[in-house]
């Protein structure tokens, strides 16, 4: 039996990729990586070579044995099998609540904060978040303040799931733009846990060290460019 291998992603732009890279670490997998570059106009061809062992032609994509897992979602349930199930809560009705909680992020996450991508969290200066993305971050970390609250924490339900690494590149990309609401409190030992975790600094460090992506919608149309420098909220962790 071979070793799985992950056809992974650019380090600042391939937030499923690091998804299912943390997963797969999380349960102990051995696997090779191959990083696909997905900056253009590198992207194209790239991700057309892809596609010859995957059918979304595009990353992550884990093979195994020959045979393609090409959902970030598929590979990081594949991860807790491969661990005997240890990413997801014993407790059915929580394990439940714990794959709702990574249905909502693989499924757009409600377009919280659409114009503040994963990308962002590595750009030099950053914009002001608006009203309406500071009543989204809000919301969001207070549907997640009642986990942590519910479980004691440190993880969302006692013990790191599925469910918190899913969440790790929002939090990277929200956290890195100093959103000031109540619940952010709340959930900031959470939240330093999962900066702090061996793997996540590993992937971020590499991500800090390429030259950041610009997206052409993370200004907004109608309001004064406003960048700034904000303290690395991640050097902390």
Not at 176 to 204: C, F, G, N, Y
């Amino acid at each position: 039996m071979s070793r799985p291998k992950l056809y992974s992603g650019t380090r600042n732009a391939s937030s499923w990729a690091m998804r299912a890279w943390l997963a797969l670490r999380a349960a102990g997998v051995d696997f090779e990586e191959e990083i696909v570059n997905i900056v253009r106009p590198q992207r194209f061809a790239n991700l057309k070579a892809v596609g010859r062992i995957s059918p979304p032609a595009m990353v992550p994509v884990l093979v195994v044995d020959g045979v393609a897992i090409y959902d970030s979602l598929a590979i990081m349930e594949y991860a807790n099998d491969a661990c005997g199930g240890r990413l997801l809560p014993v407790d059915v009705t929580q394990r439940a609540q714990a794959r709702s909680l990574a249905a909502w992020q693989h499924s757009g996450l409600s377009n919280i904060c659409a114009r503040i991508s994963f990308e962002s969290a590595f750009y030099p200066e950053k914009r002001t978040l608006t009203a309406v993305e500071t009543s989204e971050c809000e919301r969001l970390f207070g549907v997640l303040a009642k986990y942590v609250a519910e479980s004691s924490g440190p993880f969302l339900f006692g013990t790191l799931s599925l469910a918190d690494l899913i969440l790790v590149p929002t939090i990277v990309r929200l956290v890195a733009h100093d959103p000031v609401v109540p619940s952010r409190d709340a959930i900031e030992a959470w939240t330093q846990t999962l900066l702090a975790m061996a793997d996540v600094k590993e992937w971020m460090r590499d991500a800090r060290l390429l030259p950041p992506i610009w997206s052409d919608d993370y200004l907004v149309p109608g309001q004064p460019v406003d960048l700034r420098v904000i303290p690395d909220p991640f050097d902390a962790a």
